[in-house]
């Protein structure tokens, strides 16, 4: 495509996900046929050496060390949020405000009134906006709802989900943005992906009867002494589905030895499904219908009939990784903001999820199941 408009991307924050960010944009233009040519406008982060030095690695034109100047930045048409949690609503509603389009890693809020919030603010300014779900972009995750469906598992009976990993296990690591109230925990780092998945796979949550655990009640301050947690480590719960199926979902940051499960298992009447992140080019499904003496779950490798696995290799089994996930969720939000298709998971549907992680804190603290009815 010639002579496509161009996207000029604002990025606030040059750590992790800023980078896993960047590397998205620049694999989604030269994998997919995009409507915008993506320009690397401007990066900022906490100062301005940080930011310049950020913007020389990682290919931005511009740097600054106040991302308000991306926000009053006329050329800028995208705001790309990846700095840490508490910050998400202010930057948010400042770039919706200013009439830009709005990209915001996962938790979108600190609370579900402040994602509503958001979701509201963004409908009224017309903005596009999306939340970084990028584990939902799996084409092994889409194959298994169609597989849903269509009824190839029959009727659903059961669903068990966690995401698991273990950045948290040592009590001797520092006090960080996501022991804050406002960075809101494992629940709301780890468990709103596994809650996502749930809902993408199955329909809406009806109810869940939450148990949040704090394991490590204090954690070094980086000046000597010790800072109290008041965030779970852990959170387990029970959950019902709208369509009459039970199951549970455990998130957990101490989860020593694992370093990305994020894994679900489906059954019902016909057949299952089981699937880890950990092998996330695989989709593991047993038929009730084989022959007896033939049965057993059978493996199925993601290969180019899994759209849009083609695009980045013609050879079924070479594997698509961690940051093509984000560039096929970059794809997505790019073409819906050109009016091409549906804004992929936007801010409503983060609110939607932030919802239930308010609701899971909720029951656990009362002890009860609880109404969350879409």
């Known amino acids: 495509m010639t002579n496509r408009?161009?996207?000029?991307?604002?990025?606030?924050?040059?750590?992790?996900?800023g980078k896993t960010h960047v590397f998205g944009f620049a694999t989604a233009q030269r994998?997919?046929?995009?409507?915008?040519?993506?320009?690397?406008?401007?990066?900022?982060?906490?100062?301005?050496?940080?930011?310049?030095?950020?913007?020389?690695?990682?290919?931005?034109?511009r740097?600054?060390?106040?991302?308000?100047?991306?926000?009053?930045?006329?050329?800028?048409?995208?705001?790309?949020?990846?700095?840490p949690n508490a910050f998400h609503k202010e930057m948010a509603l400042a770039a919706i405000a200013a009439g830009k389009h709005v990209y915001c890693e996962k938790p979108l809020a600190q609370l579900a009134g402040d994602a509503w919030e958001m979701a509201d603010a963004a409908k009224r300014?017309?903005?596009?906006?999306?939340?970084?779900?990028?584990?939902?972009?799996?084409?092994?995750?889409?194959?298994?709802?169609?597989?849903?469906?269509?009824?190839?598992?029959?009727?659903?009976?059961?669903?068990?989900?966690?995401?698991?990993?273990?950045?948290?296990?040592?009590?001797?690591?520092?006090?960080?943005f996501r022991h804050d109230p406002a960075g809101g925990g494992a629940l709301a780092d780890l468990g709103s992906h596994a809650l996502a998945t749930a809902e993408y796979l199955l329909g809406p949550i009806s109810s869940v009867l939450g148990d949040s655990v704090t394991v490590i009640d204090s954690r070094p301050d980086g000046a000597g002494?010790?800072?109290?947690?008041?965030?779970?480590?852990?959170?387990?719960?029970?959950?019902?589905?709208d369509n009459?199926?039970?199951g549970s979902i455990e998130a957990s940051w101490i989860a020593t030895g694992r370093k990305m499960q994020h894994d679900f298992e489906v059954y019902g009447t016909t057949g299952a499904l089981i699937f880890t992140q950990e092998r996330f080019n695989e989709l593991h499904?047993?038929?009730?219908?084989?022959?007896?003496?033939?049965?057993?779950?059978?493996?199925?490798?993601?290969?180019?009939?899994?759209?849009?696995?083609?695009?980045?290799c013609v050879a079924p089994g070479h594997q698509l990784g961690f940051n093509d996930l984000k560039a096929i969720?970059?794809?997505?939000?790019?073409?819906?903001?050109?009016?091409?298709?549906?804004?992929?998971?936007?801010?409503?549907?983060?609110?939607?999820?932030q919802g239930l992680v308010d609701d899971v804190r909720r029951s656990s603290g009362r002890g009860a199941w609880i109404d969350v009815s879409a």
């Open 285 to 312: 499904f047993y038929s009730a219908a084989d022959q007896a003496g033939r049965r057993g779950f059978r493996r199925i490798e993601a290969g180019p009939d899994h759209d849009p696995y083609g695009l980045f």
């Open 125 to 176: 300014a017309g903005v596009r906006t999306q939340v970084g779900f990028n584990y939902l972009c799996n084409p092994m995750l889409r194959l298994a709802r169609d597989m849903i469906r269509i009824g190839e598992l029959g009727e659903i009976r059961s669903y068990r989900g966690i995401h698991a990993e273990d950045y948290m296990a040592d009590p001797e690591s520092p006090f960080t």
């Open 63 to 83: 740097s600054s060390g106040d991302w308000r100047t991306l926000i009053s930045d006329p050329e800028i048409d995208l705001i790309d949020i990846t700095a």
């Open 244 to 246: 009459g199926a039970s």
């Open 329 to 353: 969720e970059i794809a997505n939000f790019v073409k819906a903001i050109s009016g091409e298709g549906p804004e992929p998971m936007n801010f409503r549907a983060g609110a939607r999820i």
């Open 31 to 61: 994998v997919f046929d995009l409507p915008f040519e993506i320009v690397l406008h401007t990066i900022a982060d906490r100062t301005d050496d940080i930011a310049a030095q950020a913007s020389r690695s990682l290919g931005f034109a």
């Open 225 to 241: 002494g010790k800072r109290d947690v008041e965030v779970d480590d852990l959170s387990r719960m029970f959950v019902r589905f």
């Open 5 to 17: 408009p161009k996207l000029r991307i604002g990025l606030i924050g040059s750590g992790f996900m």
